[in-house]
């Protein structure tokens, strides 16, 4: 019953809901945050030592109509001195200040992106040239995403090249108020070896070095897919309108575009909106690597796609209890210059202890092979979906080609179309110039017959 009610849902549903909500970025400043550090020093008889430090955060005031933290520091050499200085933050930057909330200095930029400078704060003025940040990412560490930059200093400054990492509420990989390099105050050099929230780590000196990762749920992405339905094979392998999917099979398909655009609230929490050919299917929300489908707010919301899956692990369908798909394989492959996990999905059926064989692949930051991971057991009805591609505006970041990379089937492929579908294509989702004579075609995402 459940799945039939789904299945209504997503063929019929069409919603105005109300856009809510933006994104929420990882602040620095919180209530509760403690860091931890090393440090080395040379001492009066020119020995280097190592000594540990420890900042954190022990009230908060309003100065101003602004809300300001109090941030502690004490060292192990000077046991029992505390150093307080005021810290506030606003909208991605965060800033020292005087004991009265006033001249503020910069030294975190959160909203940076590649290729632009880094503030000029206590450490860089140090730097002529200045500092750029070379790399900007997103990394998943214990659940939580966050941005991460890398600034790099100029060789002739250092005599070799050095960079330094800043993580989007933790801070940089140096100390927390000269995040850069500290080449004034005591010359100590600071390496941050945790990060804690009321008691609980939620960040450490190794994960700076985590492996990018690459969110799906972005504002604005389109996939474009084609709905197999079993057929005969046709006499050629160009014949318009027939596509293999994964498994090899071959189908006759109809082409269509999700896109992702704006945001919702159902059942308390946000989702990104997903329609097909501009009518709505439901809300998708990623966290830790996951990603939740929800329709209604009397509906609960159900897992569809876990990039975190090893192999071995099994996926259960919520809805059908019967229905398993197993890891049997977990790579990563460079689509475009970026490196993303992929996962082998295999259908397992329950108490007949048998593998029916491959049924999707996962990708991190894409989808699957339907394009974003909605409904991820609908193979048992059809030959399912092909993803023929996805874009970032007008920047396609995978393509049907790029699935040669993961398997050797050879499929009747097409180009990476554009995820403008507003227009005229054929069943292969070629544009054409105009409305054919006579045929069938696809006109704003419509089947039409001429």
Known sequence: MKRILQT?????LTLNIVVAGEKVSQPLLQTGKVWNYDYTYVDIDFQRKHGNATYWTESDTIIDGRRLFWMCFSKSEEEGQVFRQLWYEEDGKVYTCNDRGRIANLVYDFTLSAGDDAPVHTASVYFLDGLKVVSADSILVRGILRKRLVLAIPEWETGSKKNIVWVEGIGGAKALDEPVERLVGDGREYTQLSCYLDDQCIFEKEDFEMPSYY?????????NVVSIHPAEPPESDSTPGYYKDIKGRWGVGWPSTLLLKGDTIMGGKTYKKLFRDGSFICGLRE??????????????????????????DVFKDEVNDHSQMEVRQVRTFSFSGINRRCLDMWVYKEDLEIIDGLVDYWIEGIGCMFGPPSFPFWWEASSGSLLLSCYDGDKCIFSVEDLNLITNIQSATTKCLSNNHQGIHDLQGRQLNGIPQK??????GRKMVK
Request: net charge negative; hydrophobic share 40%.
């Open 215 to 223: 969110p799906m749920l972005v504002d604005g992405r389109a996939w």
């Open 287 to 312: 966290e830790g690597g996951c990603i939740y489908e929800c329709y209604l707010d009397y509906v609960p919301e159900t897992l569809t796609f876990d990039i975190n899956f090893l192999t071995g």
């Open 8 to 12: 209504f849902i997503f063929f019929s």
């Open 439 to 444: 045929g069938v075609y696809i006109q704003n």
